[in-house]
C-alpha cells in the first residue's frame, strides 16, 4: 500500500515539474527500464524467500547476456536458438550456486558469502568471452524485442515481464515447491524435520532465480541493440531493493510478488524522474540508498515493536 | 526477617499464560553459604533463577538485599548487586583468550578504554591461580573442556566482584574429576565468604556441598517433616526424607489405566543401537498400541537417540528393526514415508513450527507430496480439508485455520505440532516433551489425545522429563541417564512407588 502511495505521490510530483513525464513515450521509457529492475528484483526475491541473499544475480545477467551475444555473432546460430541458451547459463550458474552452498552447509551466511564468490567467477568469464569488448550489430529479430510495442503503448519487455512476474506468483501461490522455499526460508530445521528435501529446494531456488536473472540480462541487451560485459554490473542495489520495499522478509519465508513487481516500478520511476527533473546522477543513487533503508528500516521497526510487546506480555500477565 | 541474610526473596509469585510458575515462594539466603535449590523439572527452579538474575519480573512479591528493599529489574541490575550466573560456556566469548574474558568487564567499561594486553594478562592471572586452573592466560577459550570454561566463567564473576554466584546444574556434562574439583573449589570460595547457589539435580552433590536447601515442588515451597521453615539445614535431612520432599505430589494424580503389551508384536526395536550424537549404544522394544515412556534429566541423551532413530543423524552402528524387519536408516524422509515414524521436536518454536505461516501451512508441510498433482500444483481443497479435521479433532482453539500460528498460545501451538505430526499417519509416534510450557487443560486434552491414539493402535513414544506425568500416562518407561538406558520399568501407576524407583534409578 505504501508503495503505491509513494509511486502516485512521486508520480505527480515529477509530472508538475516536467511537461514530458507524463507522455507516451516516458510510459514506454519507464516500463522498459522497470521490466528489467522488476526481473532483477524478483531474481533475488526467490532466493530471499528460501533464507538468503544472491550476490551473483547481476553477475549471471552478465553472462547470460554475453554468451548469448558470443553465439550469435561467433557461431552463427539463429538468435532464437541463442536466447534459449544464454537462459540455460542462467539455469547452469543458478545450479552451480545451489550445488555449492548446499555443499558447505545451505545456511544464510554460506548463500552470499558463495555468490560473493560466484559473482567474480561469472563476471570474469563474462569478461573472458568479451574480451571487454561489445558486441554490436545485432539481428534484427534480437533488437525487435527490445523495440516492440503493442498497440503502440505496450512495451514487448513489459509484457514479457509480466509473464515472468504471473509465473513466480504461481510459483508461490499454488506448487509445493514453492511453499516448500517458503518453509525452508521460515524455519530451515522446522523444514528438514517435516521430511522437506532442503537441498533440493536450495538447489531449484537459486536455479530459478538464476532463470530470472539470465532473462532480464539478455532482454536487456536486446534493448541496448549490444552486449558487453558490464550488464548486471549496477544491478545489486535494486535487486534487494524491489523486493524489500515490496514487502518480502528478507531472512526468508515470506514473499510478496505483487509487492516486489510495484517495488521495481518505483525504482524504474526514481530513475527516470530524476532525469526529466534534471537532477544530477548522483542523486539517484543517493535516493535508492534512502528508499532502501527506509524499506528496511520500517519492517524491522515492526519487528522490534513487535518483540517488545511480546516482551511486555509475558512479563505483566 | 533475618539480620543475617544477603538475600531475601518474599512471597514470590510469577503467572504465566495459563501458569502459575511460583506461588508465594520465599527464598533466603545467608551470607557465606552454599544455599541447594532442587525441584522436579518443572518445579519452578528456573522461573525463580530467572527471577533472582532479573530476566523475569515477579508479579507479586518483594526481593531484600542486605535488608534494603530492592528490584530487579534487567539482568544489568542484578549484576550490580553482585548476583552472578555462572553458565556453562554460555558467557564466554571464545575467540578470546582466557585473560581477555576473564577481565571483559573491566576493559570494556568505557568506550574510550586503552587495552593493556600485558596487564590484563596478570590482572586474569590472580582469578585463574584462585579458582585453582592451571592455564596461561594467553590460550584461547574455544581449546578448553566445557569444565575449564565453567572455571573461567567463575574467575571472571570474581574478578567482577561477585558475591553471590549462581550455579545451575554445573556438573551436569563436566567429568567425574572436574566435578569433585569444582566442589572443591566451592567450598574455598565459601571459607573467604562467597555466597553460592546450588542447582542440582544430584542428591549426593547437595548433600556433599549444601549447608542449607530450598526445596520447590510445582511452583511452591515444600517444608521438611516437623521443621516449620523452608529454609531447610542439611544435616537435619537424610537423603530418602529430601527425595520425598521433592516428588511427593500435591496435585491431583489421574492415571490411566494400567496395560500390559507383552504379548503384542512389536513394531520397532533397537538393538546396540549409536550414532555421532548418541555414540552410546542404546537396545529397546516398543509394542503396537503401546505408550513407552522415556525419562531422564534434560541432557540425558533421549532427544539424540530419537534423532537417531528417525534417520535425522543415522546410526552408524547397531540395528533398527520396524515390525520385525531390519531397516537401513538413511534419511528422515525415508523414515517418515515408507516406515511411517515420525519425531515432533521438543522446541516447537526452533524446530517444530513455522511461526510465521498460517496454521493451514503449517499442518501441511509435513504432506505436500500427497496434497500436489502431477505438475506440483497444490489441491488448496484437500489442504483446507485436512487442516479442518485437525482443527476440529484436536480442538485447536482459533477462529479460522488461515490464523499465523505465532499468534497462538502454547497449547494451542502444540496441537499444530501434533497435527502437522498426525498429517504424515504415522504408526509411531515420538513425541519429545509434549507438554512442556502448556496450561493444566491442555495438557490434559493432549494426554487423552495419545492415549486415544494408542487405542487405535497406533505406539507412542513419549520423551518427558515430568516425573508427575510419565507415571500418569506410561505404560513402559525407560529410564536415561548420561546418554545410556539405565533401566526399564513397567509403570504400576502408582505415584508413590514409581517416582522412587525411577528416582533411584537416575541416583545411582
Known sequence: MGVLLSMVVFSIFVGYNSNTFFSVDNFIAVSRICSITVLVGLSQMVVMAGGGLNISVGAIGGLGAVVCGALIKRTGIPWEFAIILGIFIGVLCGAINGFIITKLGGTAEICWLTTLATMAIFTGFSLGITHAKPFYDMPEGYDWIGAYNIFGIFSLMLVIMIIFAVIIWVLFKYTSLGRQILAVGGNQKAAVLSGINVNKVLIFKHIISGVLAASAGILFSTRLGAVNADIGLVWMLFSFAAPLIGGTRMEGGRVNVLGAVLGGVLLALVSNGVVHMRISIFIVEFMEGLIILLAVGLDRLRAIREENLERLERSTI | ?508
Open chain 2, 1 to 508: 526477617m533475618m539480620k543475617n541474610n544477603i538475600l531475601e526473596l518474599k512471597d514470590i509469585t510469577k503467572v504465566f499464560p495459563g501458569v502459575k510458575a511460583l506461588d508465594n515462594v520465599d527464598f533466603s539466603l545467608k551470607k557465606g553459604e552454599v544455599h541447594a535449590l532442587v525441584g522436579e523439572n518443572g518445579a519452578g527452579k528456573s522461573t525463580l533463577v530467572k527471577i533472582l538474575t532479573g530476566v523475569y519480573q515477579p508479579n507479586e512479591g518483594l526481593i531484600f538485599f542486605n535488608n534494603q528493599k530492592i528490584s530487579l529489574l534487567n539482568p544489568r541490575e542484578a549484576f550490580t548487586y553482585g548476583i552472578n550466573v555462572v553458565h556453562q560456556e554460555r558467557n564466554l566469548v571464545p575467540t578470546f583468550t582466557v585473560a581477555e574474558n576473564i577481565m571483559i568487564e573491566q576493559y570494556c567499561e568505557k568506550m574510550t578504554s586503552t587495552i593493556n594486553q600485558k596487564k590484563i594478562n596478570q590482572d586474569a592471572k590472580k582469578y585463574i591461580d584462585l579458582v585453582g586452573l592451571d592455564i596461561e592466560p594467553t590460550k584461547n577459550v574455544e581449546e578448553l573442556s566445557v569444565g575449564k570454561k565453567q572455571l573461567v566463567e567463575i574467575a571472571k564473576a570474581l574478578s567482577s566482584d561477585a558475591k553471590i554466584l549462581l550455579l545451575d546444574e554445573p556438573t551436569a556434562s563436566i567429568s567425574v574429576k572436574e566435578a569433585e574439583d569444582l566442589l572443591e573449589l566451592i567450598r574455598k570460595l565459601r571459607d573467604k565468604g562467597v555466597t553460592f547457589i546450588f542447582v542440582s539435580h544430584k542428591l549426593e552433590e547437595v548433600f556433599a556441598i549444601a549447608d542449607t536447601v530450598t526445596v520447590l515442588r510445582d511452583g511452591k515451597n515444600v517444608k521438611a517433616a516437623g521443621i516449620n521453615d523452608v529454609y531447610v539445614p542439611i544435616k537435619d535431612l537424610t537423603r530418602d526424607q529430601l527425595i520425598t520432599m521433592m516428588v511427593g505430589r500435591t496435585k491431583e494424580f489421574k492415571a490411566f489405566e494400567d496395560r500390559d503389551f507383552s504379548d503384542k508384536e512389536i513394531v520397532l526395536e533397537a538393538k546396540m543401537l549409536r550414532s555421532v550424537d548418541s555414540p552410546k549404544p542404546k537396545s529397546f522394544k516398543i509394542y503396537k498400541g503401546e505408550l513407552l515412556g522415556w525419562y531422564g534429566l534434560v541432557g540425558a541423551g533421549r532427544t539424540e537417540f530419537a534423532r537417531t532413530l528417525i534417520g535425522y543423524d543415522p546410526p552408524i552402528e547397531g540395528e533398527e528393526f520396524i515390525n520385525g524387519e531390519k531397516v537401513v536408516v538413511k534419511n528422515i524422509k525415508q523414515m517418515q514415508n515408507k516406515h511411517k515414524l515420525y519425531y515432533l521436536s521438543e522446541n516447537r518454536k526452533e524446530e517444530g513450527l513455522f511461526l510465521d505461516h498460517t496454521i493451514k501451512v503449517n499442518i501441511s508441510s509435513s504432506i505436500l507430496n500427497k496434497i500436489k498433482n502431477r505438475l506440483g500444483m497444490l489441491n488448496f481443497k484437500k489442504e483446507q480439508e485436512v487442516a479442518n479435521k485437525f482443527k476440529e479433532e484436536l480442538d485447536i482453539k482459533t477462529p479460522s485455520i488461515n490464523q499465523v500460528v505465532n499468534n497462538l498460545s502454547g497449547g494451542n501451538q502444540q496441537k499444530v505440532s501434533l497435527a502437522k505430526g498426525l498429517s504424515v499417519e504415522p504408526d509411531i509416534f515420538i513425541i519429545d516433551e509434549p507438554t512442556v510450557g502448556i496450561d493444566i487443560k491442555t495438557k490434559a486434552e493432549i494426554h487423552r489425545l495419545m492415549y486415544n491414539l494408542t487405542k487405535e493402535g497406533k505406539s507412542i513414544i513419549c520423551i518427558t522429563s515430568d516425573m508427575q506425568e510419565i507415571i500418569q500416562i506410561a505404560d513402559r518407561i525407560v529410564v536415561f541417564k548420561a546418554g545410556k538406558i539405565k533401566g526399564e520399568l513397567k509403570n504400576t501407576k502408582v505415584y508413590g512407588e514409581m517416582s522412587k524407583r525411577i528416582m533411584k534409578l537416575i541416583m545411582d
